[in-house]
C-alpha cells in the first residue's frame, strides 16, 4: 500500500489549504484514515481521522470547528480541509491508514504517506 499527499504550501493567517492523499495498492477490507502534523523537534500528534463509511470522524481539540476531514471511497482519497489556519499550524503533515482503535493513536496505523509541509505565516 502506498499513500501520496499533497497540497501543503503557504498561506498567510485565517486562509485556507485543502490537503489529498492517495491511497493506492491492494487494500483489503474497513480502515481509518487519518491525518497526523509534526513539529520540528516534536513527536507526530493526531489531527483528525475518519471511519471507512465516513459517518464517523474524529479531531484533535486544537483543530475542531476549522478542520474537515473527509474521504471518497471511490479514489481511495483521503481530504483534509483546513480553515481559519493559525500559525501554531505550521508543520509538515502526514497522512495515514490502519484498521485499529484508538484512531488518535500513531500506532494504530500501518501505512505512512510522506509528509507535505505546510506554513501560515502571521
Known amino acids: 500500500v502506498q499513500l501520496q499527499a499533497y497540497g501543503g504550501g503557504l498561506v498567510q493567517a485565517g486562509g485556507s489549504l485543502r490537503l489529498s492523499c492517495a491511497a493506492s495498492?491492494?487494500?483489503?477490507?474497513?480502515?481509518?484514515m487519518a491525518w497526523f502534523r509534526q513539529f520540528p523537534g516534536k513527536e507526530r500528534e493526531f489531527v483528525a481521522a475518519v471511519s471507512w463509511t465516513g459517518g464517523s470522524t474524529w479531531y484533535a481539540d486544537s483543530v475542531k470547528g476549522r478542520f474537515t476531514i473527509s474521504r471518497d471511497n471511490g479514489k481511495n482519497t483521503v481530504y483534509l480541509q483546513m480553515n481559519s489556519l493559525k500559525p501554531e499550524d505550521t508543520a509538515e503533515y502526514y497522512c495515514a491508514l490502519g484498521s485499529r482503535f484508538p484512531t488518535t493513536d500513531v500506532a494504530s496505523y500501518d501505512y505512512w504517506g510522506q509528509g507535505t509541509l505546510v506554513t501560515v505565516s502571521s
Open positions: 495498492g491492494r487494500i483489503f477490507g474497513s480502515y481509518f
